[in-house]
């Protein structure tokens, strides 16, 4: 595995190391991850091979195509607020139906100016929502990418979201291997459901080990919608990713603990939670030679992401339905943002 890594790696990162010049990045600049659960991004067509009936116009949602175009234009306006005054360099998404969704999200809105490029594949998830990843074809390349399925070594149980993974290019000849997660939902209770998810960690633990064999200080950067909480056990016994606060090698590091205390990305049965986190690696972290490294990492909240929920009980998501009702918002997770900050070599 370690070898078939470094090769391939090397060879990739040859044949697209002659586009660096090409790529327009400013000196001593910072680079924008953005993760968002974009809560069922369907199209209004019928794929007679997923269980995706209730989002078509004589479905149980009704989902017309102004419903899908509200949702498209609604995703779009907050990608681009989550860039401030620019659009993300890089964003992974998840509850994505298609390829076709992606096309039009980022053709068909706003989005279109940017020249994102998109990364996709259906994945054996029952109601054919997978994760993807786009990227601003300005600003990095991808060297390759693989999506690796997670074997819960029992035939009874039903597939799940592949997990994303890619080497990408940074303006600064820097290689970033980014995971894009969704992992199986609590759906049947906690309990009943956390060998699904100590899988799907397990599964990118063995990636990221694998990666760090090759090189210690390699950056990594793994996001998603985990389906779990900083404290839990996927994320810190199978992931093996921990509070902010130690320093070793091979160790990963999880950004978003201290927003479990006070804030979150989902809310549910009126408590905040933080299921959405960027979980990083040593070498882009705590090592202060590197010439890529984590500036900063927050939840974005912004106001019209929020509807009041009751005087008690604050705010939540303005999410698009609750239950069978639409309520025509944005989405049920607030996105997420990491910023990297670049140096160059003279």
């Known amino acids: ?9 090397s060879l990739a990162a040859n044949a697209v190391l002659c586009q660096v010049d ?7 600049s910072t680079l924008r991850f953005v993760f968002y659960n974009v809560e069922n991004l369907f199209d209004t067509s019928d794929d007679p091979e997923k269980r995706d009936d209730d989002f078509t116009p004589g479905g149980k949602n009704r989902w017309t195509p102004k419903r899908y175009e509200t949702k498209l234009q609604r995703i779009s306006k907050t990608i681009i607020a989550t860039g401030g005054f620019d659009a993300p360099d890089m964003i992974g998404l998840c509850e994505i139906e298609n390829r076709t969704v992606l096309e039009d999200l980022t053709k068909s809105t706003a989005l279109s100016i940017y020249d994102y490029g998109i ?8 109601r054919g929502i997978d994760v993807a990843f786009l990227y ?37 000849s820097d290689t970033l291997h980014a995971f894009v997660n969704h992992w199986p939902s609590r759906f049947g209770g906690h309990l009943a459901t956390d060998h699904k998810r100590m899988a799907a960690a397990k599964t990118v633990r063995a990636m990221v080990d694998s990666l760090i064999s090759v090189n210690p200080a390699a950056k990594i950067a793994i996001c998603g919608d985990f389906n779990d909480h900083p404290q839990d056990e996927s994320i810190q016994k199978g992931l093996h990713a921990l509070p902010d606060n130690g320093q070793e090698e091979g160790r990963l590091y999880n950004l978003m603990w201290s927003k479990r205390l006070d804030e979150g990305t989902h809310k549910f049965a009126g408590e905040w939670g933080v299921l959405d986190m960027f979980i990083v690696s040593h070498g882009l972290f705590k090592n202060d030679s590197s010439s890529t490294k984590v500036k900063s990492c927050r939840i974005f909240k912004d106001d019209f992401l929020l509807v009041e929920e009751g005087v008690q009980l604050g705010h939540k998501p303005f999410r698009t339905y609750q239950g069978p009702k639409y309520l025509g918002g944005f989405a049920d997770h607030l996105p997420i943002i990491l910023d990297l900050k670049l140096s160059y070599t003279p």
């Open 1 to 9: 595995m370690r070898c078939s890594i470094l090769i391939s790696l």
């Open 22 to 28: 090409s790529i327009d990045a400013p000196r001593n």
């Open 119 to 126: 990364i996709h594949q259906d994945s054996d998830d029952s």
């Open 136 to 172: 601003r074809r300005d600003r990095v390349s991808i060297i390759d990418y693989r999506y690796l399925k997670i074997d819960f070594q029992d035939s009874t149980e039903r597939p799940t979201r592949d997990i994303l993974m890619l080497h990408v290019l940074l303006p600064n």
